[in-house]
C-alpha cells in the first residue's frame, strides 16, 4: 500500500526520535537513496547509517526541537 509523503516524513520523525533507525531504513528509504550533502555523495542504507553515526559524532546526546513541519505533494521541509 502507497503512503503519503506525510505519512513517510511522520513515520521517520517517530522512529528517529525513538532512536529506531532500522526500522526507519525498512519503512521509509529506498535501498537505492542518494545522500547529497556538502561534504559528501553517498547512496544506499549504508549512507544513512553513516551519516546518522556522524550526526551522534557531533552532537552526542542532543535533543531535537521541531520548529515547523510542512509537506506538499512529494516533498517535506522540517525546521
Known sequence: M????GEVFDSHLNLRMDGDLEQDLVENYSENVVLLTLNSNMSGHEAIR??????AEQLPGARFEFMAKQVSGPYALLI
Open 50 to 55: 553513516a551519516s546518522a553515526a556522524r550526526l
Open 2 to 5: 502507497l503512503r503519503s509523503s
